[in-house]
Antibody
Framework: HLQLQESGPGLVKPSETLSLTCTVS??????????WGWFRQPPGKGLEWIGN???????YYNVSLSARVTISGDPSRTQLSLELRSVSAADTAVYYC??????????????WGQGTLVTVSS | DIQMTQSPSSLSASVGDRVTITCRAS??????LGWYQQKPGKAPRRLIH???SLQSGVPSRFSGSYSGTEFTLTISSLQPEDFATYYC?????????FGQGTKVEIK
């Protein structure tokens, strides 16, 4: 199993930018058969896909968030990053990063980070 | 978007019971579906991939099947550690979409 660890501020003010990092263990970040994704889960609710980044660097985003989100990868640091701009209370959620296999499709999450709660509040 | 309609939203069952959870896709997704278990405060855990393939390390009491656009997760004999919320996820087309979840509670 891969080890993934999210990190970043737990509190963000409305209209500001949420920035999270996911550190991936070992050399797995460079594997071409994996892609990487971000998901979120508002308190007491279901799971939502935010976006993916493929080994090529190509990204796909949820249309509902695409105007505000950027996902990037830093292979030298084996890190995945999420930036969500202009946040509101509706963006309060536990944010997860995940490794994805089945990269010939949209990808299916295999290993997940433990999640990090981000609260949007002034 | 492909809609995944999951049922029931919750169920009460006893240890040893056979439990079945269903997801219906709004269009053909082949077998591009996974099942996940999530316990409170924890990340999801993949149980099934390719609709019917058991994830390595997952107990054999879990199984997945499908027919057309209807997908089923079965727990053959519910154990105390299986009380959790279960989600399906289709990864056939963008955006990947989850079912609404099924909370399995102790009767």
């Amino acid at each position: 199993h891969l080890q993934l660890q999210e990190s970043g501020p737990g509190l963000v003010k409305p209209s500001e930018t949420l920035s999270l990092t996911c550190t991936v263990s070992g050399d797995s970040f460079r594997r071409s058969d994996f892609s990487w994704g971000w998901f979120r889960q508002p308190p007491g609710k279901g799971l939502e896909w935010i976006g993916n980044i493929f080994h090529s660097g190509f990204t796909y985003y949820n249309v509902s968030l695409s105007a505000r989100v950027t996902i990037s990868g830093d292979p030298s640091r084996t890190q995945l990053s999420l930036e969500l701009r202009s946040v509101s209370a509706a963006d309060t959620a536990v944010y997860y990063c995940a490794s994805l296999d089945y990269s010939e499709t949209t990808g299916l999450p295999l290993d997940w980070g433990q999640g990090t709660l981000v609260t949007v509040s002034s | 978007d492909i809609q995944m309609t999951q049922s029931p939203s919750s169920l009460s069952a006893s240890v040893g019971d056979r439990v079945t959870i269903t997801c219906r896709a709004s269009q053909d997704i082949r077998n591009d579906l996974g099942w996940y278990q999530q316990k409170p405060g924890k990340a999801p855990r993949r149980l099934i991939h390719a609709a019917s393939s058991l994830q390595s390390g997952v107990p054999s009491r879990f199984s997945g099947s499908y027919s057309g656009t209807e997908f089923t997760l079965t727990i053959s004999s519910l154990q105390p550690e299986d009380f959790a919320t279960y989600y399906c996820l289709q990864h056939s087309d963008y955006p990947p979409t989850f079912g609404q979840g099924t909370k399995v509670e102790i009767k």
